[in-house]
């Protein structure tokens, strides 16, 4: 029963599971320990065509605002995401990609984690747990001025975002939460390609044509459709959502926007 009991700590495996493990082991923990990891393995293996369509996103940044993280890791069913064991090797994996800064992946999975691999770990608590999950993906930004994060309530989205000037907390939070709210797809107008703003332009002209605008007319409506285009898709020509009256350019003051990452489960 001690052994049991060393060996359920060790996995988080049942009674049931960790008494069969350590007979087939001949009583020898660590033996034990390797067959319910393989255990583990086989049943991730087995629901590997089940669909990972839940999940959740963290951020986290480093305590001089300089290097944030972002992670997205998935599981079946919602119930699992609210998991506290779920919810811990969550945290986990965020603490080795911040000490450890893997580049991909199949780096992360590779690295050590509670006397094992990132790879292992995953695969027990998904046999555990009997649900397959899935570190979707990962990434890290980095600022030599503020760097901020965001999650929206659930850990349905989560934003970084970096600016060019140190010690602006406050602005950097405010603008992750509009990238969060607004999903841009540029930074400033200058980013948005040429075929991307014609189509537009096409678009626009042949609706017009159809509403019996004259032409000379059009030209300049075109005008104000493109900008208000690109009110929509760059994230300094938007609408402050904290006041409408407002764009994100006015808030920016001399600051500019270096980066943003948006992970969303949807």
Known sequence: MENIKILREKTDAGIVDCKNALAE???????????LRKKGIAKAIKRSDKEVNEGIIKVKIDDQAKKGYIIEINAETDFV?????????????????????????????SLPLD?????????????????????????????NGTVAGYTHPGGKIGVLVAIDREGEKELSADLAMQIAATNPKYITAE????????????????????????????????????????????????????????????????????????????
């Open 115 to 143: 006397n094992s691999t990132v790879q292992e770990v995953l695969n027990i608590l998904s046999g555990v747990i009997g649900e397959k999950l899935d570190i979707k993906r990962f990434s890290t930004l980095v600022s």
């Open 191 to 266: 980013q948005v390609p040429a075929y991307e703003i014609n189509n537009e332009k096409e678009i626009y002209i042949e609706q017009l044509r159809k509403q019996g605008k004259p032409e000379n007319v059009i030209d300049k409506i075109i005008i104000g459709k493109i900008n208000k285009y690109f009110g929509e898709v760059c994230l300094v020509n938007q609408e402050y959502i904290k006041d409408d009256k407002k764009t994100v350019k006015d808030i920016l003051g001399k600051a500019k926007v270096e980066e943003y990452i948006r992970y969303s489960l949807n």
């Open 81 to 109: 995401i609210r998991n506290k064991k779920f919810q811990e090797f969550v945290d986990k994996i965020l603490r080795v990609i911040m000490d450890k800064q893997p580049q991909e992946k199949n780096q992360l999975m």
């Open 25 to 35: 082991a001949n009583n020898d923990i660590n033996k034990a320990v390797e067959i």
